[in-house]
């Protein structure tokens, strides 16, 4: 694998960054001159919810090292700390106890065990 210059790793930070403020930057550039249907509108709500999802969940369900989802494993401490963030912010409908709370039970089942 050839290694890149200076040049060119600032060459492709600064595209990056084009590319990123292009298209998050693109309902501000055009303003209210596009009307964005009542449809799509509620359903951007949940794309961040999908990002967490699909970056967390392989987290959860497999252990360290495991390869695929018949690996799966009730012991490892992140499924019960995943199930008690889920029960928390189905309880509590905010996500910073939910984190907490996410965060404790997992600290405590990987100090316990």
């Known amino acids: 694998m050839p290694t890149l210059t200076s040049l060119e790793i600032s060459a492709l930070i600064v595209g990056m960054g084009l590319v990123t403020l292009g298209t998050r930057g693109f309902f501000m550039y055009l303003g209210d001159r596009v009307r964005m249907p009542e449809l799509i ?3 951007i709500r949940y794309a961040p919810l999908a990002a967490i999802v ?8 497999m252990p360290e090292g495991a390869t695929e989802i018949s690996q799966f494993n009730w012991a490892i401490p992140q ?3 995943g199930l008690a963030a889920f029960v928390a912010f189905t309880w509590l409908r905010s996500m910073l106890p939910t984190l907490i ?7 405590a089942l990987r100090y316990w065990f």
């Open 41 to 43: 509108l509620r359903s």
């Open 54 to 61: 699909a970056i967390l969940a392989p987290e959860i369900l």
């Open 79 to 81: 499924i019960w700390a």
């Open 101 to 107: 709370i996410g965060m404790l039970v997992y600290s």
